[in-house]
């Protein structure tokens, strides 16, 4: 989970940024245009500044890898809290048995006090 939360700043930060250059490209789109017309542009120039289709796509991509990691890593950490559950439960039925043998046999104190007394 620590993994994945630098992932997703870095795809907020990489959103924002995109925005912000998006942004930034319309003004000096709007300010270029006031000095010279829109048909002094090649056509082929302002496709390639206006497609962020494949940058778009990729960071989607990444977002997804990082729903998939996700979704592993709380799948293992949920497998992991039943392991820890079971050993929890294991550790306290040993301990109960351990305690509940103790009370049962004699200590060794009073073993030697019956045989003394015996004597």
Same mark, same amino acid.
């Given at each position: ?33 006031? %000095? *010279? /017309?829109?048909?002094?542009? /090649? ?22 890898? %990082? ?11 949920? *497998?992991?809290?039943?392991?820890? *559950? ?11 048995? %351990? ?6 046999? /004699? ?5 030697? *006090? ?6």
């Amino acid at each position: 989970m620590e993994r994945l939360l630098p992932l997703l700043s870095e795809g907020e930060a990489l959103r924002s940024e995109h925005e912000g250059l998006k942004a930034a490209r319309r003004d000096l789109m709007g300010a270029l245009e006031e %000095v *010279q /017309p829109a048909e002094a542009f /090649p056509d082929c120039i302002l496709g390639e500044l206006g497609d962020s289709s494949e940058l778009e796509s990729r960071l989607r991509a990444a977002m997804e890898d %990082v729903r998939q990691g996700n979704g592993s890593l709380e799948a293992e950490l949920a *497998q992991l809290r039943r392991e820890n *559950q079971r050993l929890r439960r294991d550790r306290d039925k040993a301990s109960k048995s %351990v305690a509940a043998s103790a009370a049962a046999t /004699p200590r060794f104190d009073e073993t030697l *006090q019956a045989t003394s007394a015996k004597k």
